[in-house]
């Protein structure tokens, strides 16, 4: 299963973005499909996911100016960013989990991620 994350860029602080990720290949089903994003010098940490159920988790640090949405049909996850801060500046990645066809009958689990997607942020 590939990944293929867009909509980085260079915006000022207090403006918004918004990335895309469309997941490809032998998928069955996705579970969970989300963002994790890191910085230089940090860890990569989770941002924002949709969970299996229709759920949503969110990093403290964004909550109430990232929204994720999702169109199941299309394989395909929103990262809608506002109000943003130099503190997000950082490579944004896509990630998925779920189960792929590995044949007619057999399935794979999948935990793939996409190339990454810079963000920054100008004060």
């Known amino acids: 299963v590939q990944l293929q994350a867009s909509g980085g860029g260079l915006v000022q602080t207090g403006r918004s973005l918004r990335l895309s990720c469309v997941a490809s290949?032998?998928?069955?089903?996705?579970?969970?499909m989300g963002w994790y994003r890191q910085a230089p010098g940090h860890q990569r940490e989770l941002v924002a996911m949709?969970?299996?159920?229709?759920?949503?988790d969110y990093a403290d640090s964004v909550k109430g100016r990232f929204t994720i949405s999702r169109d199941s049909g299309k394989n395909t996850v929103y990262l809608q960013m506002s109000l943003l801060k130099p503190e997000d500046t950082a490579v944004y990645y896509c990630?998925?989990?779920?189960?792929?066809?590995?044949?007619?009958?057999?399935?794979?689990?999948?935990?793939?991620w996409g190339q990454g997607t810079q963000v920054t942020v100008s004060s």
């Open positions: 290949g032998n998928i069955f089903v996705i579970h969970d």
């Open positions: 990630n998925a989990r779920g189960l792929s066809r590995a044949s007619e009958r057999r399935r794979e689990s999948f935990n793939s």
């Open positions: 949709f969970r299996s159920g229709g759920t949503t």
